[in-house]
């Protein structure tokens, strides 16, 4: 029998969708299948005019910023979390950032390694070895300040992390964290981290490769450090220049977005001094906002490089658009 065309295709059509039906239900079958539950590897570059720049996540911890957060109204912290849709705690990243030169691999800040025990953080030198890094490459380190979830990931049970790195840290920042009148002067919830700031220093300067420096100044072609105290006493910003284009690394400047973009002048239980910390901040976003500059920040949501942006009385952080623009073709 010899079918005209339109019914051929109105069967063939039926045909396939009752295999189509039979096919797709086994399939209900196979959702079933475990959650995976794992993220992606935590890395992101961009390049910035000749220097590669990776940001590396260390992980996030969780942080009760409603008690860690200073200087604000009643309640007024809960709202700008809640404006933001965060919920209590905050899963607060822990950021570090590799700059190729080209000519030598710096890391800015290492993260906490256990510091926080071996389940919190701890991700950074998977996430390097993920980026296609090994520890040994590292050149330098540049610390913006010796609070463990910067300066921790630099040992492990004693040992160096990044065996041939040379360790960059403001004079001040070593002579504090040294100190004994210092630490004899810290409130007692802050006494310990100059045990474990002192820990994760010790193979370093046993080795002759700590690098204290006097902020300002030049510290490689294209990479200098400015101070900006107040989070501690020697904390740096370090800014990267190729090409025309620049980028700053702010180390603790922010560590709630959602709060901190909006009301500058909500400051930290963790900054040293909280007014000159608030100042900094102030002209930070201000310089930033102005200059247009690409920024890295450590407690901003991975990666955390964006750009900051007026935004009424205050500010806003715009996140770097995701961009395969810095693969090789
Ligand atoms: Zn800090």
Redesign the pocket.
Known sequence: MTLPPFLRQALAGALLAGLGLSVLAPAAVQAAAPQVRTQAPGFYRMMLGDFEITALSDGTVPQHMDRELKDAAPGQVEALLARAHQTLPVETSINAFLINTGKQLLLVDTGAGRAFGPQVANRLVGNLRAAGYRPEQIDAVLLT?V?S??SGGLVVDGQPVFPKARVYLDQRELDYWSSDEARAQAPEQKKPWFAAGRASLAPYAQDGRLRPFNAPQTLFAGVSVIPAPG??PGHSFYVVESQGQKLVFW??LVHAEAVQFPVPTITIS?DSDQGTAAHHRLAAFADASREGYWVAAPHISFPGLGHVVPDGDAYRWLPAPYSLGVEKR
């Open positions: 300040h609070h979830d910067h989070h501690t180390g603790d963790y």
